[in-house]
């Protein structure tokens, strides 16, 4: 329970230090908050509250390396590349708790929006591999 909370907290915190315009810090504690999920995940593989968490950092993160290739062209591709990796990820697991009819209205949600966001990313690749 506590390190769900701490894992919870990790992302709150991304989200807020992102809000704030902090990249570095954002960046670090979505991390940590990935790897608690991640772990979390491990310990009991039918948990599926665990799962979406998991799910949702991953696409949550992948938005935040979306918006941060917007800001630094120097690094855009490697950070959209990134970013697809991790909302695959993401949707990789919505789609395994799909298949099995697991996923409730908000995790429904949660996976349309991941598409979207994965949609995105994937439109921003092509573009620059045109150019």
Do not use: C, P, W
């Given at each position: 329970?506590?390190?769900?909370?701490l894992?919870?907290?990790?992302?709150?915190?991304g989200d807020i230090l992102r809000e704030l315009k902090k990249p570095d810090e954002a960046a670090a504690?979505?991390?940590?908050?990935?790897?608690?999920?991640?772990?979390?995940?491990?310990?009991?593989?039918s948990n599926v509250s665990q799962k979406v968490r998991l799910a949702e950092i991953y696409?949550?993160?992948g938005d935040f390396l979306f918006g941060s290739?917007?800001?630094?062209?120097?690094r855009k591709f490697s950070h959209?590349?990134?970013?697809?990796?991790f909302h695959?990820?993401?949707?990789?697991?919505?789609?395994?708790?799909?298949?099995?009819?697991?996923?409730?209205k908000f995790s429904e949600e949660k996976f349309a929006e991941a598409q979207k966001n994965l949609q995105k990313t994937e439109d921003e690749l092509?573009?620059?591999s045109a150019k």
């Open positions: 329970f506590a390190k769900n909370s894992a919870r907290t990790y992302r709150r915190m504690d979505y991390q940590k908050s990935i790897r608690m999920f991640e772990e979390l995940s491990q310990v009991d593989l696409s949550v993160y290739a917007e800001t630094n062209d120097r959209l590349r990134e970013a697809q990796t695959k990820r993401g949707l990789e697991i919505f789609h395994n708790l799909k298949s099995q009819n697991a996923l409730d092509a573009k620059l």
